[in-house]
C-alpha cells in the first residue's frame, strides 16, 4: 500500500463568479523510498497540492490518505500535530529566521516539538554536519551562500525526523552546482526509507525521480518514469520533450518579467543596490539555467538582453 495516496483532489478557491479552481481531481501515490516530481507551470497547482498533502491547507473534495489515515478528516489538532511531527518542508526561498544562526534554526522545530534543549541541539549538530555544514553552526543566514542556506532548510525540515519531506521548487535560487548536491541529498533522504515530493521547474531535477507528474491546470495530464522514457515509444519520448520545452519557455517568460519588476521597485527607491543586484543575479543565473535547457533540446528562444546574448554567442 503506497505510503501517501492522493485520491480525486479538489481545490476551489473564492466562491461565485470570483471562484478559481486550483486542483480538478488530481490522483497520485508515493511509496517509502520513493522521490517523485510535480512539474508544471506556474498557477498550475503545485504548491496548493503541496500544502494538502503537508496539512497545510484543506481540499475542497478528494481524499489524502498518509499510512492508512485520511488526514482531510483530522481535527486542526491533529493536523497541527501531522504537520509538526510527520511533514518537512522545504522552500525555494529558504524559509530561514534570520536573526538566528544555522543551528538555532534546527534546533527550533524540535522546541517546538518539546525535544530537552540539549538533545535539540546535539541532533543538530549532527544534521548539520551530515548535510557538510560543520563549522558553519553559529553563522547566520546572511553569512552563507544560496547552497548552504539550501542545505540548513533541509537540516530545519529533518530536525523532527519527518516521514514525508515536501519540497517547492528547493532549487530554483541555486546554481547548477548547488542544485544538484541538494537533489542528491533529497534522493538520499527517499532512499532512507522517506517519501518525498518535490515541485520543480528543473527538467535535472526531475530526471533523478522514481517518477514525474506532469500537471497543468489543475490537472495530472502525463505520468513519466525518467529512467525508462527512452526504453518506451518514441511517442513517449517526444511528448515528454515537448512538455518541457513548453514549461521552459513559460518558466522563462515569468523569470524575464520577474527581472522587468525587479528594476521598476529599484528605480521606485524600493531597494537598495545590494539586495537589487543579488536578486538580478539569481534570476539571471536562472534564467542562463533554463535557456541552456532549453538549447539541449534544441528549442529555440529569443534573447531579450545583452547577458542573453552573449551567453547564446558562447
Known sequence: MSFVKVVDLVKIYGVGENAVQALRGVSMEVEVGEVVAVMGPSGSGKTTLLNIIGGVDRPTAGSVIVNGVNIVGLSEEKLREYRLRSV???FQFFNLIPTL????????????????????????RSLLESLGLRGREGRF????SGGERQRVAIAVALANNPRIILADEPTGELDIVNAEKVVNVLVGLAREGRVVVIA???????????RIYALEDGRITGVYKPESLRAHTIVAEVQ??????????????????????????????????????????????????????????GAVVEATSIEERNEKRV
Not at 534546533?107 to 541532533?123: K, S, T
Not at 543566514?141 to 552563507?144: N, T
Open 88 to 90: 518537512g518542508y522545504i
Open 101 to 124: 544562526t544555522a543551528l538555532e534554526n534546527v534546533v527550533a522545530p524540535m522546541l517546538a516539538a518539546g525535544v530537552p534543549y540539549r538533545e535539540a541541539q546535539a541532533r543538530a
Open 141 to 144: 543566514p546572511e553569512e552563507l
Open 200 to 210: 520543480t521547474h528543473d527538467p535535472r531535477v526531475a530526471r533523478l525521480t522514481d
Open 240 to 297: 515528454m520533450e515537448r512538455f518541457m520545452v513548453e514549461y521552459l519557455r513559460k518558466r522563462v517568460e515569468d523569470l524575464r518579467l520577474e527581472v522587468n519588476m525587479l528594476e521598476e521597485a529599484f528605480r521606485r527607491g524600493e531597494l537598495s543596490s545590494e539586495e537589487y543586484v543579488n536578486k538580478y543575479i539569481a534570476l539571471r543565473d536562472s534564467i542562463k539555467i533554463l535557456l541552456a535547457e532549453l538549447s539541449r533540446l
